[in-house]
C-alpha cells in the first residue's frame, strides 16, 4: 500500500479526479428576468429603506413623542392609521423587522406644494402692492410690504433649509412642531398683521384659507381644528374691531361668521381627504411590504431547489440561474452574477439546439426530453463526463403576438437523481419486505443448521459426510444473508462517536491490505491520500469498516491489479461535506448493470448475495451520508469511483482531567 498525506494535486494529475474548489456561500437573489441581481432588499418604493437597525433609529420614537406625534389618536384619523409603522423596535422584540421610519412620500410631496404655495403668494402679494404703487400711482405701505417681504423670506427659508425628509414631518406623516410654526404659524402671524394693517382693502379670509388647509393636511386632527377656530375667531375680532356702529357691527359679525364657517367646513373636508390618502398610503406600503417579502420567498425557495432553473431568451442568452442549475451545466457559480451565453462552450449546444426547437414549435413535452451533456472538468487534458439530464421549457409571449415568444425558463433535472429516487422507493419497499422474511427464516434456518450437526455426528459414509458439508456450509451463507438485512433493518440506532476520518481511513485501509496480501511498497495496487486537514464525522466505526472494505473488495476484484490501479481518497468540499473517493481501473461498469447497483440481491457473480452495495447505502444513509456512483469519462484511467459524502460535524471537545 502506498500512501500520501498531502498531495491532492498529485492525486488529481495521475489519477483522473476532477479537481473541485470550494465554492463561496452566497445568497442567490438573481431576479427571473434581464438579467437584474440584487443582494440587498428592493427598494421599490422611496418610504422603503434598509431594515438594520441604526442609532438613528432607536431615537426615532422619542422625537416623534417631542414633536408632536399623537399617541392615543382617535381610531377613524390617520393618527391611528399610522402609529404602528411610527412605533420603533424595542430590545425585548430584536427579532421584529424595524418599522419605518421615514414620512409618507405623498405627505412629503404635499408639504413641498405648500410651501412653495406659500412662497408664491407672498410674492404675489408683494407683486400687487408694486403694480398699484407704479402704475395706478398710490401710496406705498410701508407696513404691509414689510409684512409680505418678511413671509416671503420664511418661505424660501423653509425651502432652501437642509433638512432630511425626517425632519420636517413625523412618520405618521404630520409636521413636526417646530416646522409648523415656521410655516403655518408664520403664515397666521402674517395674514393677522395685514388684516390690522391694511384693513378692509385685503380679503384676509381667502389668505386663511392656505394655512387652514395645510393645517387640516398636515397636522392631527384636533391641532386642525384649533387652527380653523383660531381663524373664525381672528375674523370675528376684525370684524368687530372694524365696525363704526352697531347696525354695521351685526353685517360684518355676519359676513365673518359666514367666512368662518366655510373655513371650518374646508378645514373637516380636508382632514377627511387627507385620513382618506394616510390609508391609502398605509394600505400601499403594507401591500408592497408583503410583495417584497413574497419576492425574497420566491428567490430563496428557488436557490434551495434541487432543480435547476434558468431564464433564456431567443438567442440562447441566460439572464438568469439558479445555483443548481449552473452546478448541472457545468458553469461557474460566478455567472449566476452576470448573463451569459449558451454559445460560450460548445458542451452546452444540445441546450442551445433545444432551446431552438423550442422556439420553433412554442410547445414542449409536459413530461420533458431527456439529453446528455459531455462535460469537461476544466483542466487540460481531462477526461469529459457524460451528465444526463431531462429538460422542461415554460415560454412567455409577448404582447405582440408577432413577435413570438421572447423568454424561455429551463427546468433541468438530473436524470441520474431521478433514478436514484425511484430506486430508494423501491429499494425502501423491499427492505421492509426483506427485513420480515429474514425474521422468519432465522428461526428455521437454526433449527436446519442443528438438526444437520446432529446427523453428522454419527455419518460414517465419505459421500453422506460431504452431503452434510455441503448443507452445513449453505446454512452458513443463509445466515449471513440473514444477518446482513437484519443489519439494515429500519430502526437501527443511529448514534455514533465522531471519528477522524482521515486517520480512521488510513488505518482501516492499512488492516485490509494486510488482510488481502497486499505489498507496501510502490507495486501495491493500493494508493492511498486522505491529506492532512483534520475531517471529523459521525459515524460508526464497525460500519464505516463495513461500507470502505466492501468499496475495496469490488475495486481490487475488477481492477487491473497493477501499481495504484485502486485509489482511495478522503477530501473536504463545500457547504460542509467530506468526501471519502473509492475507484478502480477496471472496466468502466456497463450502463444498463448502473442503475442495479444500489438495489438488493443483484449481483454480477454467481456467488454473490447481491447485498454489499445495498448494506453501504443504508448504513450511509443512517449517519446522513450518501453514497454515489460517479463515473469518469473514457480519457480518465480509474473511471468507476465511488463516493461517499459526508457531513462534517465539530470535533469533540477534548476531556479535562480533573
Given at each position: ?162 433638512v432630511a425628509p425626517t425632519g420636517h414631518m413625523a412618520a405618521s406623516g404630520h409636521l413636526r412642531s417646530r416646522w409648523a410654526l415656521a410655516t403655518i404659524g408664520v403664515d397666521l402671524l402674517t395674514f393677522t398683521l395685514l388684516l390690522f394693517v391694511a384693513g378692509p382693502a385685503v380679503n384676509v379670509a381667502a389668505l386663511y384659507m392656505l394655512p387652514v388647509l395645510m393645517a387640516a ?303 507496501v511498497d510502490d507495486s501495491s495496487p493500493l494508493f492511498v491520500d486522505t491529506g492532512d486537514e483534520p475531517l471529523p464525522v459521525r459515524f460508526d466505526p464497525e460500519h464505516l469498516r463495513r461500507v470502505l472494505v466492501n468499496l475495496l473488495d469490488n475495486a481490487l476484484r475488477h481492477g487491473s491489479g497493477q501499481p495504484q490501479a485502486v485509489w482511495v481518497r478522503v477530501v473536504a468540499r ?85
Open positions: 500500500m502506498r500512501a500520501a498525506g498531502s498531495s491532492p494535486r498529485r492525486a488529481d494529475e495521475d489519477g483522473g479526479f476532477a479537481r473541485s474548489e470550494p465554492v463561496r456561500e452566497e445568497t442567490w437573489f438573481a431576479t427571473l428576468g434581464f438579467g437584474l441581481e440584487r443582494t440587498q432588499p428592493m427598494e421599490l418604493g422611496r418610504g422603503d429603506r434598509d431594515t438594520r437597525p441604526s442609532d438613528s433609529d432607536a431615537a426615532a420614537a422619542p422625537a416623534a413623542a417631542r414633536d408632536g406625534v399623537d399617541r392615543h389618536p382617535d381610531p377613524d384619523s390617520k393618527d391611528s392609521a399610522s402609529t404602528a409603522s411610527a412605533r420603533a423596535p424595542t430590545g425585548a422584540e430584536p427579532s421584529r423587522r424595524r418599522a419605518q421610519v421615514d414620512p409618507p412620500a405623498s405627505f412629503q410631496r404635499i408639504f413641498r406644494a405648500f410651501t412653495i404655495a406659500r412662497a408664491l403668494l407672498g410674492v404675489l402679494l408683494l407683486g400687487i402692492q408694486g403694480l398699484v404703487v407704479a402704475y395706478l400711482s398710490g401710496r406705498p405701505v410701508w407696513a404691509s410690504l414689510l409684512v409680505c417681504g418678511a413671509q416671503v423670506l420664511a418661505s424660501l427659508a423653509v425651502l432652501a433649509w437642509p393636511t398636515l397636522m392631527p386632527r384636533h391641532q386642525a381644528y384649533g387652527v380653523a377656530s383660531a381663524v373664525v375667531l381672528l375674523l370675528l375680532g376684525e370684524a368687530w374691531w372694524g365696525a363704526p356702529d352697531a347696525q354695521q357691527l351685526a353685517a360684518a359679525l355676519m359676513q365673518a361668521g359666514i367666512a368662518g364657517g366655510g373655513v371650518l367646513t374646508i378645514a373637516m373636508l380636508a382632514g377627511q381627504l387627507s385620513d382618506r390618502l394616510a390609508r391609502q398610503e398605509r394600505a400601499a406600503r403594507s401591500t408592497l411590504e408583503i410583495a417584497r417579502q413574497q419576492a425574497r420567498l420566491n428567490r430563496l425557495m428557488i436557490e434551495e431547489m434541487q432543480d435547476g432553473v434558468m431564464v433564456v431568451d431567443r438567442d440562447g442568452r441566460v439572464q438568469a440561474a439558479n445555483p443548481a442549475a449552473l452546478q448541472l451545466i457545468g458553469a461557474p457559480m460566478a455567472r449566476r452574477f452576470v448573463p451569459f451565453d449558451l454559445h460560450d462552450l460548445p458542451a452546452w449546444a444540445p441546450l442551445r439546439e433545444a432551446l431552438v426547437r423550442g422556439h420553433a414549435s412554442g410547445v414542449w413535452p409536459e413530461g420533458g426530453q431527456e439529453m446528455s451533456l459531455r462535460l469537461a472538468s476544466g483542466r487540460a487534458q481531462a477526461p469529459t463526463e457524460e451528465r444526463p439530464l431531462r429538460i422542461r421549457m415554460r415560454f412567455t409571449r409577448r404582447r405582440d403576438a408577432r413577435s413570438g415568444e421572447a423568454l424561455c425558463v429551463l427546468f433541468l433535472e438530473d436524470v441520474r437523481t431521478l433514478r436514484q429516487r425511484a430506486r430508494q422507493d423501491k429499494l425502501a419497499a423491499m427492505g421492509r419486505v426483506s427485513a420480515a422474511i429474514a425474521h422468519e427464516i432465522r428461526n428455521p434456518l437454526a433449527a436446519i443448521a442443528q438438526a444437520n450437526a446432529l446427523l453428522a455426528e454419527d455419518l460414517t459414509d465419505p459421500g453422506q459426510q460431504r452431503l452434510s458439508q455441503m448443507v452445513a456450509d449453505n446454512v452458513e451463507r443463509l445466515q449471513r444473508i440473514v444477518d446482513d438485512v437484519a443489519e439494515v433493518s429500519p430502526g437501527g440506532s443511529s448514534d455514533a462517536p465522531v471519528l477522524e476520518l482521515r486517520a480512521e481511513v488510513g488505518r482501516l485501509c492499512a488492516e485490509w491490505a494486510r488482510t488481502a496480501g497486499l505489498p463545500a457547504e460542509g461535506r467530506i468526501e471519502l473517493s473509492v475507484a478502480s481501473d477496471g472496466a468502466v461498469i456497463a450502463p444498463d448493470v448502473e442503475p442495479h447497483l444500489f438495489e438488493p440481491f443483484f449481483s454480477t457473480r454467481s456467488r454473490g448475495t447481491g447485498l454489499g452495495l445495498y448494506i453501504c447505502r443504508e448504513l450511509c444513509t443512517r449517519y446522513g451520508a450518501s453514497i454515489d456512483f460517479r463515473p469518469r469519462g473514457s480519457g480518465a484511467r480509474h473511471r468507476n469511483v465511488f463516493q461517499v459524502a459526508m457531513p462534517r460535524v465539530a470535533p469533540p471537545s477534548p476531556e479535562v482531567s480533573p
